[in-house]
């Protein structure tokens, strides 16, 4: 999150070129979100998890809090759980009905996003579909 920490410095008077630059890490964050969706329905998890742990978790809990990220990561705030329904679902209350209720959604969403896609041709500026933006070099 540096760039979004960077960037952060100039919310008081920002020029086109720093508004420019937010809407491209807005599209950057959206796009990890959406291939995280992507590897959850195909259930390639190992793919996220941190490879230091040389395969030593629980597959399953690792789906679950995935689920849980992706609930707390919905766009409109009052669709995201409660923090302590977050922690309940954590503790295993909740979660596969909630998760249920979340992929019927999902799935509406994603189809009228295709379809819209299809409708306008609006590949360009589309939020569902951009490739993650270099943002900072090495340091």
């Known amino acids: 999150m540096f760039a979004a920490s960077l960037l952060s ?3 008081h008077y920002p020029s086109h070129l720093h508004l420019g630059v937010a809407k491209r890490v807005l599209r950057y964050l959206q796009g990890t979100v959406e291939l995280v969706k992507k590897l959850e329905r ?3 998890l190992d793919v996220i998890v941190d490879r230091n742990l ?6 399953q809990e690792v789906e679950m809090m995935i689920q849980v990220a992706l609930l707390c990561t919905q766009p409109s705030p009052g669709d995201r759980p409660a923090m302590s329904e977050v922690v309940r679902m954590l503790e295993g209350e909740g ?3 909630r998760w249920e209720k979340w992929q019927h959604v999902e799935v509406s969403r994603r189809q ?3 379809r819209l896609q299809r409708r306008f041709d609006c590949r360009e500026d589309s939020l569902y579909h951009h490739d993650a933006v270099e943002l900072s070099g090495g340091r």
């Open 9 to 11: 410095r100039f919310m």
């Open 42 to 44: 195909d259930k390639r």
């Open 54 to 59: 040389n395969r030593n978790y629980d597959i």
């Open 95 to 97: 979660l596969a009905e």
């Open 112 to 114: 009228e996003a295709e």
